[in-house]
């Protein structure tokens, strides 16, 4: 079993500069990485972009997917990977990308994988990366900031690596970005009805529980179970609220 390309994509959200889009898709290219996807952009210039991708990227380029927002870019996704250069208690990241290769040999095989990086100058924000399955974070010798292309590049040789060796493991099919959200704003409305977050920040107290469902990796199924769960407690508040 190794890692299946063909299911990883690039996600870049909010690039500033169009060439570091075109030397990002010349990085996938170069590892056989061939689904780009650009939300946002902040100054998109089609022709810089395909002057840095060289013609050897142009069909990267060609396919590339452009969104406003990043929830429905991911959407589809079922194992979305964030990267960072700060590190924290609020932010466990794992300490290497030869880790999250590994990591990838089973989870690719069936589930559509996002590699997501965030704009060049600030990163991505705690909340972008509430979105994320894992966080993973590339180690270096001094100054922890690199070129976006460069960063790209890195997860994308450790993933062509380990497409080429073998490796072990089972994952199933996991829920979508699509199903996740849905399900996070199933909660968060139950929550706040029985009072079990508080109703004047919800999004803030609702971070603890992103990342302990971030932890487990559930499948469509799950996410179905845990929704029914919520119906049947709003059925249950329901009846109580009548008879008093």
């Not at 898709?25 to 170069?30: D, E, F, Q, V, W």
């Not at 929830?71 to 300490?95: D, I, N």
Request: charged share 25%; net charge positive.
């Amino acid at each position: 079993m190794r890692v299946n390309l063909d299911n990883i994509a690039i996600v870049l959200h909010r690039p500033r500069y169009p060439e570091n889009i075109g030397a990002s898709a010349r990085a996938a290219c170069n590892m056989g990485v061939g689904h780009l996807i650009v939300v946002d952009p902040e100054n998109f210039d089609l022709d810089r972009v395909l002057k840095m991708a060289t013609h050897v990227a142009s069909h990267v380029v060609d396919r590339m997917e452009i969104f406003q927002e990043l929830e429905p870019a991911l959407a589809p996704f079922q194992y979305v990977v964030g990267t960072t250069a700060r590190v924290g208690g609020r932010r466990p990241t794992l300490p290497s990308p030869r880790q999250l290769a590994e990591r990838l040999i089973p989870i690719s095989q069936k589930n559509r994988t996002a590699f997501l990086f965030g704009p060049e100058n600030a990163g991505l924000t705690n909340a972008e990366l509430g979105l994320c399955h894992t966080v993973v974070t590339i180690p270096t010798a001094g100054f922890a900031s690199l070129n976006l292309a460069q960063a790209v590049m890195v997860l994308c040789y450790e993933a062509f690596v380990a497409s080429r060796e073998v490796g072990t493991g089972f994952a199933p099919r996991l829920a979508s970005r699509r199903e996740l959200e849905d399900m996070y704003a199933h909660l968060k409305t139950t929550f706040v009805n029985i009072h079990f977050i508080n109703p004047e920040n919800p999004d803030y107290w609702m971070e603890d529980i992103r990342r302990f469902f971030s932890r487990i990796e559930l499948r469509a199924r799950d996410v179905r179970m845990i929704r029914g769960i919520c119906r049947q407690i709003e059925w249950y508040g329901s009846r109580r609220s009548q008879k008093a």
